[in-house]
């Protein structure tokens, strides 16, 4: 039961201080980038507007998930019946952390490779 309290707590922390902040620093580059070429193509321009529709809806994906942990958490917290609160981790635990894992890994996926502060888990699996 602890165990994946930890789990939900340690990812929702990696959610909001690393895929976020990456995440918006590249929606940040994109936007920079689409301002920049819509004086020249406004094709060039409307792909970009495109891939940051598509940023934004990584983004609000990523804190839906990060608001379900947090209910789930709270769930738990006031929980006393220890087998009811393992039996909630047990199956709203897992359901928070694989939304905030697929958001994560659609994150670490789109993010340019510089902006993204750790390896990425191609990188740990073929390159290291």
Known sequence: MKLKEIEVRQLKEFAVTYAAPTLGRHIN???????????????????LKTRLE??????????????????VLAQSASEQ????????????????????????????????????PLPKYREMLFLL
């Not at 580059?29 to 792909?47: P, T």
């Not at 009811?84 to 047990?90: G, Y």
């Not at 890994?105 to 490779?113: F, K, L, S, T």
Request: hydrophobic content about 45%; glycine content about 8%; overall charge negative.
């Open 29 to 47: 580059s994109f936007g920079h980038a689409a301002a920049i070429i819509g004086g020249v193509s406004k094709a060039g321009a409307n792909v």
């Open 54 to 71: 598509e940023c934004g809806e990584l983004m609000e994906n990523l804190y839906q998930s990060v608001e379900l942990a947090d209910k």
């Open 81 to 116: 019946d220890i087998e009811k609160r393992a039996r909630q981790l047990a199956s709203k635990g897992v359901e928070a952390l694989e939304a905030m894992r697929v958001a994560c890994d659609r994150i670490e996926e789109a993010v340019d490779n510089q902006l993204w």
